[in-house]
């Protein structure tokens, strides 16, 4: 989903590239790298500690590591996706502006339409058999499986892949009709503006989710509304950012208050677990409704999330704008490890499925392999001729 390589127009960074605008980016292309291996990540953790959420389960009995992977999970949840949002939207309008309306909007129907359709028709359905046929084993043919599939319109991962098509859409409407180019110029926030933006975000997502908890779904495409709210923002973000030249600006002194903003909120976590098995308190009041814990977890998430992902972009900035054969061939990737990981992650855990053990010993050793093998997969699906058009 991922990033620079559909954003922008249809070039690679080159380990040895000269161009200095290019090579003021390489930092970007490391943060999608490590963005998308916290995707994977992601859905693996959930595959091993919860019971539901993913194509194939098998929760842990451990208490300590379920907490420990529900602090993981969270932590993520509060910037990684609105990270993706974020650097989509900084290459948005030079994109527009380099290639004109039909141009560009071509472009993202073709970059974004087909991983999409692929994903819904054809990787859907066929992750969805080998659950079918191992783990709840109903031997029948592939063909069988599919003459009683009625879940065709299932997008799974790729709703990020939806939403940013429809925010890039409205982004070209926006423009068409009320001729907005953000060219009156805006000071870059430093660290003050950027915790009250957090803080106004927690407040209006705490808003949302009285309507739409965290775990509400908008079928079919898959959107968890509550956390709409802060991807919408951080598209309009990177747009600013984008006009505004943001990401060069921000400084060393707000990266190094920010990055104590995350560590006092990653010190407070454990106030949660306090509220939930001390007050008793149902897990679904921290998600949404009108329940103080939900205005405390949305406050507490957006104001990490954004203390996390700004540390990132002046930390990478500062020291990893560099790039080597290696990683360049993970940035280039990434969108394709992005579409197939699933098949990954429930390849390797079906295929461990009968191991009696822990699961989250199974989880330790798979987390290596399924990270590995989801980036081979994708360096071996971008060898099919004509598929670097697309992904």
Not at 6 to 26: A, G
Not at 206 to 215: K, M, N, S, W
Not at 301 to 312: D, F, K, M, Y
Not at 358 to 373: A, N, R, S, W
């Amino acid at each position: 989903m991922i990033l620079k390589q559909f954003i922008m127009p249809s070039t690679t960074l080159s380990v040895n590239q000269n161009s200095d605008s290019s090579n003021k980016l390489l930092y970007i292309d490391n943060i999608k790298v490590l963005l998308t291996i916290l995707v994977v990540l992601h859905h693996t953790f959930i595959a091993y500690s919860s019971s539901e959420g993913w194509y194939y389960n098998e929760q842990t009995n451990l208490m300590s590591a379920r907490i420990l992977s529900t602090m993981f999970i969270s932590i993520n949840q509060s910037f990684f996706m609105g990270y993706f949002f974020l650097l989509a939207a900084y290459f948005t309008d030079s994109s527009y502006s380099k290639k004109g309306a039909s141009k560009f909007i071509k472009d993202r129907l073709i970059r974004l339409g087909i991983p999409l359709l692929f994903y819904c028709f054809i990787l859907t359905p066929f992750i969805s058999y080998l659950v079918y046929y191992f783990a709840k084993e109903h031997h029948i043919t592939y063909f069988e499986y599919l003459n009683g599939y009625d879940n065709w319109i299932d997008l799974g991962v790729t709703w990020f892949v939806a939403a940013l098509l429809l925010f890039t859409l409205l982004y070209v409407a926006v423009k068409k009709i009320f001729k907005i180019n953000f060219d009156k110029p805006v000071a870059v926030p430093n660290s003050s503006a950027i915790l009250l933006f957090a803080a106004g975000l927690g407040i209006i997502s705490f808003l949302v989710r009285i309507i739409f908890p965290v775990g509400w779904i908008l079928e079919p495409v898959g959107f968890q509304l509550g956390h709409f709210p802060q991807y919408i923002a951080l598209f309009i973000i990177g747009l600013l950012a984008s006009k505004n030249n943001w990401f060069d600006q921000l400084s060393e002194k707000t990266g190094r208050q920010l990055k104590r903003s995350a560590w006092l909120c990653l010190l407070f976590f454990p106030v949660f677990l306090i509220v939930k098995f001390k007050l008793n308190t149902p897990s679904s009041w921290f998600s949404g409704g009108f329940h103080w814990q939900a205005l405390l977890y949305a406050l507490w998430e957006q104001w990490i999330g954004i203390s996390i992902l700004t540390t990132l972009l002046i930390k990478g900035k500062r020291n990893w704008n560099n790039t080597s054969e290696l990683l360049a061939k993970a940035s280039r990737s990434s969108f394709a490890v992005y579409i197939f990981h699933p098949l990954v992650i429930v390849g390797f855990t079906l295929s461990v499925r009968n191991w009696d053990i822990e699961p989250v010993v199974k989880l330790l050793v798979m987390i290596p392999l399924i990270v590995l093998g989801s980036f081979l997969l994708g360096l071996l699906v971008l060898l099919i001729p004509g598929v670097k058009k697309i992904l």
